[in-house]
């Protein structure tokens, strides 16, 4: 039986490329048979909303505001993809008055309720976070079982590394694997623990890339959900070696 985990995948800089690594990583999980709820701590960008089709209400800073007393199931759209898990998603979208109440200290503590009761339904749970700043933020990393810090391959985000990893340190929450995002193939990175290389893909449409076995990214992307859940999925690809090349 697959035990809960979830883990907050935290940009180290805007623009790493968090909020397209939550959906892989999660269909990834959901390919592999296991159910997953995906929520959004990105408040400002509230990215995960471009991945529901249709009418959002309630969403996640709703859930933690004005509807605290509605069912999390109330806040979750099935994610429009054909796996043989479950792969829920439960965005933010919404004006900027709620946005700003969604960052308070007790909006916090019901985020982090939120998180605890979906680790409850789902086999998984991953949150979308944005460089640590925000409550919303700090609650998704105290709350999280394992935390892993998304850097995007350069120059300008490798700098960033040490800041954040210092910043999660600060708040008793460290990076348990740090994961380099949009990697040259070929290329060989000191001090991260997996890495991700760039997709074709370029439309919100053509997500999840790793739903297509077919593809290099596949396995590169599963390679780093093992390391960053510290679990072994059971998935095959056409190709051997495939994962050796991402590690």
Known sequence: MTTSSSLALVGVTGGAGTT?????????LARAGRDVALVDAAFATQGLATHVPG?????????????????????????????????????AR??????????TPEAARQFEDRLATA?????????????????QALAAVSAADRVGAVVPATERGFDRVPAMQDRLHDVNAPADA???????????LEGVDATVPESDATAVSDLPVCADPETTFAPAVAAAVETAFETTLDLSFPEEGLFDGYR
């Open 20 to 28: 397209r690594l939550t959906v892989e990583f999660g269909a990834t």
């Open 55 to 91: 009418r959002i209400d309630p969403d996640v800073t709703a859930l933690v505001t004005d509807a605290t007393d509605l069912a999390l199931d109330a806040g979750l759209a099935e994610y429009p993809v054909d796996l043989p898990g479950r792969l829920a998603v439960c965005p």
């Open 94 to 103: 919404a004006p900027f008055e709620r946005l700003a109440r969604a960052k």
């Open 119 to 135: 680790a409850r339904q789902f086999d998984h749970v991953i949150v979308d976070v944005p460089p640590v700043a925000d409550n």
């Open 178 to 188: 740090v994961i380099a995002n949009r990697v040259d193939e070929g290329e060989t």
